[in-house]
Nanobody, 122 residues
Framework: QVQLVESGGDSVQAGGSLRLSCAASGYNYRNFCVAWFRQAPGEEREEVAAIDQYGTRYADSVKGRFTISVDNDKNTLNLQMSSLKPEDTAMYYC?????????????????WGQGTQVTVSS
């Protein structure tokens, strides 16, 4: 069974750090787009960071603070978050594009995790 399972979400104070992980089972991240999205209550889901065939990309709001990476040995997608702000509060989801490097918008991501909550207090 193909499954992505996120972990690492927590409640932290502004300025703190968290590391989110997304373990894949029955699936290998190699050679496919991977990304982290987030969705706050009442807001649309937005891409936070992604790795595509050209490299990494980040939302302007997280550049310099978040780092996306893949540990191929552990088949785990990670998101290192630092200097967290209250506006980073959201449910965070990992996603991937089975069989494709096309990942220009959320509809291209067919495989999703269940989400992990990040709450940043001021």
């Amino acid at each position: 069974q193909v499954q992505l399972v996120e972990s690492g979400g927590d409640s932290v104070q502004a300025g703190g750090s968290l590391r989110l992980s997304c373990a894949a089972s029955g699936y290998n991240y190699r050679n496919f787009c991977v990304a982290w999205f987030r969705q706050a209550p009442g807001e649309e889901r937005e891409e936070v960071a992604a790795i595509d065939q050209y490299g990494t990309r980040y939302a302007d709001s997280v550049k310099g603070r978040f780092t996306i990476s893949v540990d191929n040995d552990k088949n785990t997608l990670n998101l290192q978050m630092s200097s967290l702000k209250p506006e980073d509060t959201a449910m965070y989801y990992c996603a991937s594009t089975p069989g494709s490097w096309i990942c220009r918008n959320p509809s291209h991501f067919l495989l999703w995790g269940q989400g992990t909550q990040v709450t940043v207090s001021s």
